[in-house]
T-cell receptor, first 112, second 113 residues
């Protein structure tokens, strides 16, 4: 069974630009969660989607948004990028909310 | 104040030795507590998941314990190997917040030969 895949793996953007990251969950998994990981802050929860509906949201500004499609694939978007948005963005999928999560390899975003 | 505190922040041990990582949490009530291992540059991988009624769970050389009364968990690694070098993250699922996961900052373990 294929694991969680995230694209792209690496991304370099400049301040003010926007970016879209993609996550394909494990087949059969309907819940997708997004996290931001930085050396100083650890893993920070962004949001969780289940069956195309946002179920939970972390404490991030409105520049961070996401969505989930009918095939459970998910995207997250960050608009008006800031230097502080440089981080590893991780996606995790599970069969349903609160079930065991399986993480993807992450997308390393660098904002210059 | 973080609701999940891990200690130590970092640890260096010799190959073959045992070690114990600590996790103290204030999240209550919770549905489960998880330990993840994260290798550098990779996503976290689940080691154990325990519900509030479980006291211990093992996964090979990894044994997690849970004391729901004192709100403490530990991860014990037996006969450490170089490949155990990673960050170990304690995560609590908060029932009050729709089972949202609350992450500890992690313990960075380095195993030396």
């Amino acid at each position: 069974k294929a694991g969680v895949t995230q694209t792209p793996r690496y991304l370099i953007k400049t301040r003010g630009q926007q970016v879209t990251l993609s996550c394909s969950p494990i087949s059969g998994h309907r819940s997708v969660s997004w996290y931001q990981q930085t050396p100083g802050q650890g893993l920070q929860f962004l949001f969780e989607y289940f069956s195309e509906t946002q179920r939970n949201k972390g404490n991030f500004p409105g520049r961070f948004s996401g969505r989930q499609f009918s095939n459970s694939r998910s995207e997250m978007n960050v608009s008006t990028l800031e230097l502080g948005d440089s981080a590893l963005y991780l996606c995790a999928s599970s069969r349903w909310v609160a079930d065991e999560q399986f993480f993807g390899p992450g997308t390393r975003l660098t904002v210059l | 104040k973080n609701q999940v505190e891990q200690s130590p922040q970092s640890l260096i041990i010799l190959e073959g030795k045992n070690c114990t990582l600590q996790c103290n949490y204030t999240v209550s009530p919770f549905s489960n507590l998880r330990w993840y291992k994260q290798d550098t540059g990779r996503g976290p991988v689940s080691l154990t998941i325990m519900t509030f009624s479980e006291n211990t769970k093992s996964n090979g050389r990894y044994t997690a314990t849970l004391d729901a009364d004192t709100k403490q968990s530990s991860l014990h690694i037996t006969a450490s190997q170089l490949s155990d070098s990673a960050s170990y993250i304690c995560v609590v699922s908060a029932m009050e917040y729709g089972n949202k996961l609350v992450f500890g900052a992690g313990t960075i373990l380095r195993v030396k030969s």
